[in-house]
């Protein structure tokens, strides 16, 4: 238990026999008859002013539960301050202070007067949760106490933007779990007091990433905007479902302004298209194949595949994975999703689509979706998007483009041209969580059609969705989705589209291309290192393996390659350990393990890369 000194010099008149008597009830029986009483106030005790105690009592310890007394080592000019609410004591926590001990109790009458202590004193040590608000006269303990919150998670921002500080501080899951100095996650029947869940969030952050960090390059969403954050705050603060406008009236509203805005960003009409924000990139293409199945067969709905042939489903060997998760969750089966080969870049070959879908029907299966790709997971890589669209309208078959990395190019004049095509998709997903910088998590599924997310999903349950409300019913959203409960994804995004303008999020966008060919070109440059793809990157990846000198001038070989696999992930596991950088690694094919960047974060610069080179080179030199 940590201990505090306080020291309180103002007095105020002692309180009326009436106050004073009720002040001795609302102690611990415990501790009634054996506490000296000192009143601490700017001013007379009023009525109805709350009371806050603030027992003396010798230091102690609290282990599992049990509290063991020591002997006071308090100076005589200063008090240990133990405090104490109205409810915050339990007559078993008082039942266990020695017979002999001798109490003296100081009561901040004021609401003031508490304000000022807890600020200048971390001192909430017997204060619990069932002391802020809604509780009564718990409004300036809320108060208190949410400031500590803010002012630890200022402490963490100004951390994480500092090229100074650690990324992380790494420690193993079983010492975690075994606890780490004081931090336990082990939980109790019993409450834990706001000072030490004050402790406990500042060690949350302690012992986790800092993904806002200049030198954190392992996800493709990153960084930490201030905005953003902002909005999440205002989002948690606002605490509400998503499903209708009863309950979310300016939320729903805005999710359907922020959906005609990026649907008018593909290239669909505003009034005909529609969407919904989903909980992340997976299940938005599982929406999207879901209603591909549904304009199919809609008679999926009511009597479930067994009506339906043996219907698969195309994408390109890059793919993402959550492809073969939907198919399973759908009741598809990933045997049934057919990986189309891609060129040496990662893109889908549109011959071989067009040979998978023929070899397909030859087989009696019945193709009904191909899901291209803008913005491959590892190689970054965009599907030839007019090619697939001219193959899907023949074969009359679904066109989803999984655009969750690479959607946010589309707001970019310079090279949203990577994208050409996927106008003509019939769905979309794109996750503003990556490369617009907006925090985890948000992400859309568009639909050209606009009424098939509803159709295909709703079940019109009476106790939410009325047709006879107030108002105008369209925008009771919740129907469209899989989900009931749908967190709130859009506040975040939309107040970060009004900070800083579509240009804004452009500029952003367009200087993560820059770095990530200027890092190429420096790569290109040095002899250790060596590209994945030699040609410029078509996006904000750029793949390379690290040679170090007993490697550097072997000719490529199975055994030379068996050593370079080892290189990359022992390369981060000490980037981890000391906390300097992180980027991730994979294998691929028949390509070793070898390190993948992406840029994404607003708050990396070319020092940045720079300082990575070096790194790299530090820790693998002796490998």
Not at 168 to 181: A, C, I, K, N, T
Not at 207 to 216: D, F, I, L, S
Not at 398 to 404: E, S, Y
């Amino acid at each position: 238990m940590p201990r505090h000194k306080a020291c309180c010099n103002t007095h105020a008149e002692p309180p009326g026999r009436r106050q004073h008597t009720a002040m001795c009830q609302s102690m611990p029986r415990g501790l009634r008859e054996r506490v000296t009483m000192e009143v601490v106030s700017q001013r007379p005790l009023g009525v109805s002013e709350s009371l806050y105690y603030f027992y003396q009592v010798p230091l102690f310890t609290s282990v599992s539960g049990e509290v063991h007394w020591e002997e006071s080592r308090v100076a005589s000019s200063g008090w240990v301050v133990l405090l104490f609410s109205h409810s915050g004591v339990p007559d078993s926590l008082a039942a266990q202070v020695p017979k002999d001990l001798e109490i003296k109790v100081k009561f901040l009458v004021t609401a003031n007067d508490l304000a000022a202590f807890l600020t200048n004193r971390p001192c909430c040590l017997f204060l619990f949760s069932l002391d802020l608000l809604p509780s009564k006269e718990g409004e300036d303990l809320t108060k208190c106490f949410l400031l500590r919150v803010v002012n630890i998670l200022l402490h963490y921002i100004e951390k994480t933007f500092s090229d100074k500080s650690k990324i992380l501080d790494f420690h193993h899951p079983h010492q975690l779990l075994e606890g780490l100095d004081g931090f336990d996650l082990e939980l109790s029947d019993h409450p834990e007091s706001l000072e030490q869940l004050l402790v406990d969030c500042t060690d949350t952050l302690k012992y986790g990433v800092k993904t806002g960090h200049p030198r954190y390059f392992n996800q493709l969403s990153s960084g930490l905007d201030v905005i953003g954050l902002a909005g999440e705050w205002l989002t948690a603060t606002a605490n509400t479902n998503m499903f209708t406008y009863e309950i979310a009236p300016v939320f729903t509203v805005m999710e359907t302004v922020l959906l005609k805005k990026m649907c008018g960003i593909i290239g669909w009409r505003e009034t005909e298209a529609d969407g919904i924000f989903s909980p992340g990139g997976s299940i938005s293409n599982l929406y999207g194949i879901l209603v591909a199945r549904y304009k199919q067969y809609p008679e999926i709905k009511a009597r479930g595949m067994a009506v339906l042939p043996c219907i698969v489903l195309f994408v390109s060997e890059q793919g993402h994975y959550s492809i073969k998760k939907a198919a399973a969750t759908l009741g598809i089966g990933t045997d049934n999703v057919i990986e189309v080969k891609c060129d040496e870049r990662g893109k889908m070959i549109p011959a071989e689509l067009e040979k998978n879908i023929l070899q397909a029907k030859r087989k009696g299966q019945t193709p009904f979706c191909v899901v291209a790709t803008a913005g491959s997971t590892v190689f970054g890589a965009f599907d030839p998007l007019h090619d697939i669209a001219d193959i899907c309208e023949t074969h009359k078959l679904w066109m989803h483009v999984d655009a969750a990395w690479g959607g946010g190019l589309l707001l970019s004049r310079k090279h949203s041209c990577k994208l050409s095509g996927i106008e003509r998709a019939d769905s979309v997903t794109w996750n503003p969580h990556k490369l617009m910088g907006v925090p985890l998590q948000c992400s859309a599924v568009l639909t050209r059609e606009k009424g098939l997310l509803g159709a295909c999903n709703q079940m019109q349950a009476e106790y939410l969705f009325q047709p006879d409300k107030v108002y105008n019913i369209n925008f009771d959203t919740g129907d469209k989705t899989i989900q009931c409960g749908r967190h709130v994804d859009v506040f975040k995004l939309w107040l970060m589209w009004k900070a800083k303008g579509t240009y804004g999020f452009e500029v952003q966008i367009d200087r993560y291309m820059e770095l990530a060919k200027y890092f190429y070109k420096v790569l290109k440059k040095k002899d250790n290192f060596k590209l994945v793809f030699d040609a410029e990157p078509e996006f904000t990846n750029v793949c390379f393996w690290y040679f170090p000198p007993r490697l550097k001038h072997i000719p490529k070989s199975f055994e030379r390659d068996q050593e370079l696999q080892k290189i990359a992930p022992k390369i981060k596991a000490q980037m981890i350990v000391e906390g300097t950088a992180m980027l991730s690694y994979q294998p691929c094919g028949d390509k070793v393990n070898f390190f993948r960047m992406v840029f994404s974060n607003p708050a990396t610069r070319q020092t940045d890369v720079d300082y990575l080179i070096d790194e790299i080179q530090r820790l693998g030199k002796d490998l």
